[in-house]
């Protein structure tokens, strides 16, 4: 059980282009997700939070304009790079934390890797 | 302000035993997750601890002590497989986790 998914697991664009990427929980009910961005060799950086039905919480120089984030279900977050450059290629991990867990655990999607040319 | 302090990397031995230490300082405690990544892959989740004293789950065993801000990930019976970058991630008083750059393992043959 707890699986989360992420699509799509790659990802080449143009610089000025705009990049959605999912992150869905399987098998249960997400009330919180959590987006990060890790560069190489480098550790996870929370961008934001979201829960579901309400705006995203973001971390200090993160530019909310930029990075839009949508939790529209407990089992589906999006976010959507707006007018990628290549500064943003980055990994991008998103986490779901079950509802009503006894250990607040966070459980991974696989990643997207984001390419900006 | 939050700190994770972890070795950058060791080196172990196929068969061995290995610990990985970890010390922190959080705003407020709520416990501390131990993270395996593999090289460009995602986190996945290997222990948890939440009450002082060791927390045992096969080959991994993690130690907690809250007085000293102090965790270690035990790993036995090292197999090749086991080369990956270990993350210590405590839970600060808003249950947000607090990452390090965690600790790359290399095991040899």
């Known amino acids: 059980g707890a699986v989360v998914s992420q699509h799509p697991s790659w990802v080449i664009c143009k610089s000025g282009t705009s990049v959605k990427i999912e992150c869905r929980s399987l098998?249960?009910?997400?009330?919180?997700m959590f987006w990060y961005r890790q560069f190489p060799k480098q550790s996870l950086m929370l961008m934001a939070t979201?829960?579901?039905?309400?705006?995203?919480?973001?971390e200090q120089g993160v530019e909310k304009d930029k990075f839009l984030i949508n939790h529209a279900s407990l089992t589906l977050s999006t976010l959507t790079v707006t007018s990628a450059h290549p500064e943003d290629s980055s990994f991008y991990i998103c986490?779901?934390?079950?509802?009503?867990?006894?250990?607040?655990?966070?459980?991974f999607g696989p990643g997207t890797r984001l390419t900006v040319l | 302000g939050q700190n994770i302090d972890q070795p950058t990397e060791m080196t172990a031995t196929e068969g061995a035993i290995v610990q990985i230490n970890c010390t922190y300082q959080t705003s407020g405690f709520n416990g501390l997750f131990w993270y395996q990544q593999h090289a460009g892959e995602a986190p996945t989740f290997l222990s948890y601890n939440v009450l002082d004293g060791l927390e045992e789950k096969g080959r991994f065993s993690s130690f907690l002590s809250r007085s000293k801000g102090y965790s270690y990930l035990l790993l036995k019976e090292l197999q090749m497989k086991d080369s990956a970058s270990y993350l210590c991630a405590p839970m600060d008083s808003n249950y947000q986790l607090i990452w390090g750059a965690g600790t790359k393992l290399i095991i040899k043959p």
């Open positions: 979201s829960n579901e039905g309400s705006k995203a919480t973001y």
């Open positions: 986490s779901a934390r079950e509802a009503g867990s006894d250990y607040n655990e966070q459980f």
């Open positions: 098998d249960f009910q997400a009330t919180t």
